[in-house]
C-alpha cells in the first residue's frame, strides 16, 4: 500500500512539473504541431472546467502596426472556434499592446478561473512579423499566411532590343 501511495504521488509531482508550466512556442518548423497539441490540451483543461474561460493577451512587434495585430487576433480566434471548438462564450481576447524589444510578436493565453483576475499562464505562442503563426498542421487554411505589407515583387527584367523606328 505504501509502495502504491509513492508511486501515485512520484506519477502526480511528474505531471505537476511538466505539464504544470506554461509553454512557449517559437516560430519555427516545429510551431505547427507544438501549438496544435497545447490548444487541444487548453480546450480540454476548458472542458474539466465548466466556469473557466482563456484570456488571450496579443502583442505586436516592434515593426508592424496595430491593424496588423488585429488581423492576427482574428485568424486565431476564428481557429479556435472553427477548427477547434472553442466556446465564444469562453474566449476573451486583449489586445495587449506593442512589444519593446525586438521579439516576435506573440500571443498569451491564460485560464481564468471565476473570481480570479489574471488567471494561469497557459501557452504563449509566437509568429514571424506580418504573419499569422502555423495552429495546426496538415492543411492549406492552417499554414500561416501574410497579414501585414505585401511583399515587394521583383521587377521585370529590362531587355536590350533596340528601338525600331514605330516604337519610340
Do not use: W
Not at 69 to 98: C, H, P
Amino acid at each position: 500500500m505504501k509502495t502504491l501511495i509513492f508511486l501515485f504521488l512520484i506519477v502526480n509531482l511528474t505531471i505537476v512539473v511538466c505539464f504544470g508550466q506554461g509553454a512557449s512556442v517559437k516560430a519555427d518548423a516545429n510551431a505547427c504541431e507544438l501549438n496544435s497539441l497545447h490548444l487541444d490540451g487548453l480546450r480540454n483543461e476548458l472542458a474539466s472546467n465548466p466556469t473557466a474561460k482563456v484570456i488571450a493577451k496579443s502583442y505586436t512587434s516592434k515593426s508592424e502596426n496595430i491593424r496588423v495585430g488585429e488581423r492576427r487576433t482574428a485568424y486565431i480566434r476564428r481557429f479556435l472556434e472553427q477548427n477547434k471548438g472553442f466556446d465564444t462564450s469562453r474566449l476573451e481576447f486583449v489586445n495587449a499592446g506593442r512589444l519593446k524589444t525586438l521579439e516576435n510578436p506573440k500571443t498569451e493565453f491564460y485560464i481564468v478561473q471565476t473570481g480570479e483576475i489574471e488567471g494561469t499562464f497557459y501557452l504563449v505562442t509566437y509568429s514571424s512579423p506580418n504573419r499569422t503563426p502555423c495552429l495546426d498542421c496538415c492543411g492549406e487554411d492552417f499554414m500561416p499566411k501574410n497579414i501585414g505589407s505585401k511583399p515587394k515583387s521583383a521587377k521585370p527584367k529590362q531587355t536590350n532590343k533596340k528601338l525600331k523606328k514605330g516604337d519610340r
